[in-house]
């Protein structure tokens, strides 16, 4: 029958207290025999008053010795680990030194185990496990020199739990994904540009449920997010679209935009014949008031800097003419405001031509204008440099009209070989050498002229 541990004493002699049911340090077998154990779990005299200790203890100059030889930090008791957790659970004991002599317990921990916080400390004083020379102890008390601070086993942090990956829903149909994987003309890690067919919006708005938005879902291909929109084309306009494939190239783009380090160059076919066949448009545009931004107008005073270069490619008598435009600026509808303001709208343009805009005969009503090519620096170096193909209304357009269709790709300014060829040099001599002849024929009159008195 199994007996009672020994009664509280006193005090517990430092370094001899060992797991429960094990024998004191102090103590020898012989001290007590088994004859004086009481049976049957009954309490002895002495275990109720509990003024005596159920062992001899140690001499106090012994005890003395060995709080004196006692090391700052004791050896921490083994208590069985769980390895399935991978956690020691080691109890440590450490000693408090003279500089810790009167400040908080909870002080002590953030100078010497730092990365306990408050809470644990708190928890472990709750559920007992914090102990100062024994005794319970709260994060509050004060601690004095020579006292040992007994702290639990150091607790591992629960492994964050893996958040499953999102798996995108792709709510398209096969035929929406293949007829937006049918637009893409170029295609890398950090950028894809599709060929936008005239007729679907760039973006949803009032009554707009097909757009291009929607279809991004269908060009993930091998990436896991899906591609982002960086500028737009209007609904009836057809071409070159640039999407970024990352948030990074979409900022690297959105950059190259503001800055106008990117070239959009456009094919428009417009109502009669401009006088100069390269000409720069620089008219400030405005929301027209009453359309509810729906369309926009000229306005001097209101109006936000606008600027669009023309070159005129080819030309059908005075009927028409199909012409180059670059945009130096990115306002909303501004290619379309800015040839509408000198009078040779885009043909098809009923928004901002009215019913002087369309062609009779073979040619369609649909609106002519493309974006031909984008070129813009790659994030990862180099160029994005593509040419979209036009729609079979356009290229039937063009062939009605009989134009060269090899003539549109004109080259941009940078992209022109300015180095002086042997003909331009003769050229420049010719000139030069007439402006001397004619400046010392000047000379020569003013010097037989008739003299001043």
Known sequence: MKGRPPGKSGGRPLGGAGPRGSKPSGGRSSDRKPADRPRGGAKTGDARKGDKPAFKPRSPAATKAAVKSAPVKSAPVKVAANPAKGVSLDVRQFRVKADD???????????????????????WSRTGQLRVDGARAAPGDRIAEGQMIRVPPAEQKPDAAEKPKRVRVIDLT?????????????????????????????????????????????????AESRPKLVHRLDKDTSGALLLARSSRSAAHFAKAFSSRTARKVYWALVMGVP?????????????????????????????????????????????????ELQPYT??????????????????????????????????????????????????????????????THFANSINDLGFDIMLGDLPLDDEIDRTPTREDEKKFARQHAKQVRKDRKGERRSRGGPKKG
């Open 174 to 222: 096969p035929d929406e994904i293949a007829y937006v994987q049918e637009m893409v003309i170029h295609r890398d890690a950090q950028a894809i540009v599709i060929n936008k067919p005239p007729g679907l919006a760039t973006q949803g708005g009032t009554k707009t449920d097909e757009h291009v938005d929607k279809l991004l879902d269908g060009l993930l291909f091998d």
């Open 330 to 391: 990115g306002r909303t509808h501004q290619l379309r405001v800015h040839l509408a303001a000198i009078g040779h709208p885009i043909v098809g343009d009923g928004k901002y031509g009215g019913k002087e805009s369309f062609l009779s005969g073979t040619i369609s009503r649909k609106m002519h204008l493309h974006a031909r090519r984008i070129r813009i620096d790659h994030p990862d170096g180099g160029r994005v440099d593509v040419t979209a193909e036009l729609p």
């Open 275 to 323: 006088s100069i066949d390269d000409g720069m448009i620089e008219l400030p545009i405005a929301k027209q008031p009453g359309t509810g931004g729906e369309k926009m107008h000229v306005d001097e005073e209101e109006g936000l800097p606008a600027r669009t270069r023309y070159r005129v490619i080819e030309r059908a008598g005075n009927r028409a003419a199909w012409v």
């Open 101 to 123: 002599d009167g400040i908080r317990l909870d002080r002590w921990f953030q100078r010497h185990l730092p990365d306990v916080g408050f809470n644990l400390v708190s928890r």
